[in-house]
């Protein structure tokens, strides 16, 4: 019996500690020009990991390794100008393009935070389309 009980304990510490990947492809840049600036963070909002990446053929893909099972959020923007940051208009509109994880759609003011979280249970791929 006390055999049956460490291989159960054993196991469960296993798999509790796995880490995954996560997969990030962002399709739909108007060009190639810039870099995409892309943020991983968990669901309290804070970042985790963050990449630039160059533009190629009007999309990126992007890995964010390590990761403990959870609920992150992906944000991501065209900075097509390379000046670091999203570039709005006067009314705060973005002029670059923009994505976040499980396409949402804004609705009077940027997407809500709990509408973009995602479950990581395993390795995972997700698409985000450019707004």
């Avoid at 963050?50 to 990126?60: C, D, R």
């Avoid at 992007?62 to 923007?77: A, I, S």
């Avoid at 000046?83 to 973005?94: E, V």
């Avoid at 609705?107 to 707004?131: L, R, S, Y």
Wanted: glycine share 6%; proline share 4%; hydrophobic share 40%.
């Amino acid at each position: 019996m006390k055999v049956f009980f460490v291989f159960i304990l054993t196991s469960f510490c296993v798999t509790n500690s796995a880490n995954f990947t996560l997969q990030v492809y962002i399709q739909g840049f108007s060009n190639n020009h810039g870099k995409a600036m892309i943020a991983l963070e968990n669901a309290e909002k804070k970042v985790l990991q963050s990449k630039i990446e160059v533009i190629s053929n009007q999309e990126v893909t992007v890995y964010f390794k390590n990761l403990l099972p959870g609920r992150y959020v992906v944000r991501m923007f065209h900075d097509e100008n390379n000046n670091q940051k999203l570039d709005t208009n006067f009314l705060g509109i973005p002029k670059e393009g923009w994505g976040c994880s499980n396409n949402v759609k804004p609705q009077f003011g940027p997407p809500k935070h709990e509408d973009m979280i995602f479950e990581v249970a395993a390795d995972k791929k997700i698409t985000i389309n450019i707004q």
